[in-house]
C-alpha cells in the first residue's frame, strides 16, 4: 500500500518505522526545522531525522491550509491513506480529500471520544483515569471528532507519568495503524455526547497551586513530567518536583510542616521525593535539605 505520512515528535517516530518496513511510504510530512540548544541551531524534529535514516523523501511546509502546491504535489503522489501522528499542523478539506482508498488516519493517543485534543495523555493522568489508549481514526474536519476504525487500552499505574506513558502509546500506536491497514472493517461513529477535552499545555500550566488537594497535585506533577514540569517558589529558589507522594497533614496551603519537606495543601498535604533547583541536577529531598537552611515558617507558593 502506498501511504504519505505525517508527524513530527518522537511519538511518531514508531510508527513511521513500522510503516516503512510493512508498506510504501512515499513522502514524509514534518514541522518544519526549528532552533534548538543552546546555539538555537536549526534542528530537524524527530521525525524528520527517523525519515532521512530511512531514506525517505521528507516535506516541512509551514501550513497545509491555502497551500495549493503541496495539495498538487500530494495528490500527484496518489497515496491510498494518509497516516497522521501528532502532526501539529491542521489538514484542511482539499487534503483529507486526496486518498480515495483508504482516507487520512489518525493515531491518537486516548480512548476516543474521551481527550480529544493536544495533551490527551497529561489530561488522563490528571483526571486520575484508570486506563488510556490509543484510537485509530478516520479524519474529517473536526477536531479529532471523526468516526473510529480501531480501539486498544492499557492501563495508567499508581505512579505512571506522561513520559511512560508516551513511550507505551507511542509502541502501541505503531502497532494498531498496522493491523488498521491489513484489515477494512467498518467505521464506528464516536459518541460526541460522551467527549471531553485536553488543551493545549503552556509554560504557565506548570505552576503548583497548593490550595488544591494534594492527590490533585500529586497527579499534575506525573502529568508534567517531564514537560512543563511542576514548579513552586521557595524564597528565591524555583523548585521543580519530579516525584511526590500524598500523606496525612494540614496547615496553610504552601506551608512546610516538618523536617522532611511535607507541605500543607488544600486536603491532606504533599511530600516530594525528588526534585530539582533551577541550574541545578535532579536529586532525592533528603540531598537537598542537607545543602539548604530553611528559614523558620518557610512556605511554598
Known amino acids: 500500500m502506498k501511504l504519505a505520512f505525517m508527524g513530527s515528535p518522537d511519538f511518531a517516530v514508531p510508527a513511521l518505522r513500522a510503516l516503512a518496513t510493512a508498506h510504501e511510504v512515499a513522502m514524509v510530512y514534518a514541522q518544519p526545522p526549528k532552533p534548538a540548544g543552546r ?7 524527530p521525525v524528520h531525522r ?3 535514516a530511512l531514506g525517505l523523501p521528507v516535506r516541512t511546509p509551514k501550513r497545509l491550509k491555502n497551500n495549493p502546491d503541496e495539495a498538487i504535489l500530494l495528490k500527484s503522489l496518489a497515496p491510498d491513506a494518509v497516516i497522521v501522528a501528532a502532526y501539529g499542523l491542521i489538514l484542511p478539506p482539499e487534503i483529507l480529500d486526496i486518498p480515495a482508498a483508504r482516507g487520512c488516519l489518525n493515531i491518537h493517543a486516548s480512548l476516543l471520544p474521551r481527550w480529544r485534543g493536544a495533551a490527551p495523555i497529561q489530561a488522563a493522568i490528571l483526571a486520575g483515569d484508570a486506563e488510556t489508549g490509543i484510537t485509530i481514526m478516520q479524519m474529517d474536519a473536526g477536531l479529532d471528532t471523526g ?3 480501531r480501539r486498544a487500552a492499557i492501563p495508567i499505574g499508581p505512579a505512571d507519568t506522561a513520559a511512560d506513558l508516551h513511550g507505551r502509546l507511542a509502541e502501541l500506536g505503531a502497532r494498531l495503524i498496522i493491523e488498521t491497514l491489513a ?4 467505521p464506528i ?3 460526541d455526547t460522551r467527549a471531553s477535552y485536553a488543551p493545549k499545555l503552556s509554560r504557565e500550566d506548570a505552576r503548583l497551586n497548593f490550595t488544591k488537594p494534594a492527590a490533585d497535585l500529586e497527579r499534575q506533577i506525573r502529568a508534567f513530567t517531564p514537560w512543563p514540569g511542576a514548579l513552586a517558589l521557595l524564597g528565591d529558589m524555583v523548585i521543580k518536583f519530579i516525584a511526590a507522594e500524598c500523606v496525612p497533614g494540614s496547615g496553610l496551603p504552601g506551608e512546610i510542616l516538618d523536617d522532611r519537606l511535607t507541605i500543607a495543601c488544600g486536603e491532606g498535604a504533599l511530600r516530594p521525593t525528588r526534585i530539582q533547583r533551577a541550574g541545578r541536577a535532579a536529586m ?6 542537607r545543602g539548604v537552611s530553611l528559614p523558620a515558617n518557610a512556605r511554598f507558593f
Open 39 to 45: 546555539g538555537q541551531h536549526e534542528t530537524n524534529c
Open 50 to 52: 527517523e525519515a532521512l
Open 147 to 149: 468516526a473510529m476504525l
Open 183 to 186: 484489515t477494512n472493517q467498518p
Open 189 to 191: 461513529p464516536q459518541d
Open 284 to 289: 532525592s529531598t533528603t540531598d537537598f535539605l
